[in-house]
């Protein structure tokens, strides 16, 4: 009798190898699926900053005027993206455009009695908001701005 000379894969090795591969592609899933959900709170956070650097701008141009040394200021959503100075936001959760006519976003600037100006941010995307600071103040203090504070609307 001649020696068997098949090199293949018994059916068991075979299905031990597509096991262990399930197993590795389910945890890569759960990984990638937790890396994106990072990356859209960072996004997000990012969208608030943008809000943060347009009202800076609109400072800037001159287009607020404080007439009293503890004044503040709000500049809407509507306002900075109509002005010009900020493209429309797109909601990283959702992927949609942020509606200038329904989205209540804002920048509140309030000018100090050393005439310095504090900016706070309060965004509202589709699902997820970035308002709530503490129990007494709606706003975020833009340097205060993180993932941490992300709310479900």
């Not at 859209?40 to 969208?47: E, I, N, Q, T």
């Not at 005027?65 to 900020?86: A, I, N």
């Not at 100090?112 to 007494?136: M, V």
Request: glycine share 4%; aromatic share 8%; proline share 3%.
């Amino acid at each position: 009798m001649l020696p068997r000379m098949n090199r293949g894969m018994t059916l068991f090795e075979l299905l031990a190898v597509i096991v262990i591969l399930g197993i590795v592609a389910s945890i890569a899933v759960i990984i990638v699926t937790n890396v994106i959900e990072k990356m859209r709170l960072h996004a997000f956070v990012s969208d608030a900053y943008a809000m943060y650097e347009a009202a800076r701008l609109h400072v800037g141009a001159e287009k607020v005027e404080f007439l009293e040394p503890r004044s503040s200021e709000t500049l809407t959503y509507k306002q900075l993206v109509e002005d010009g100075v900020l493209e429309p936001i797109k909601d990283p959760f959702t992927g949609n455009v942020l509606s200038t006519e329904t989205n209540r976003s804002y920048v509140l600037i309030k000018k100090d009695e050393n005439g310095r100006l504090n900016y706070f941010i309060c965004l509202k995307g589709e699902t997820k908001q970035l308002c709530s600071y503490s129990d007494t103040q709606a706003e975020i203090p833009v340097d205060e701005l993180s993932t941490s504070l992300i709310e479900d609307n």
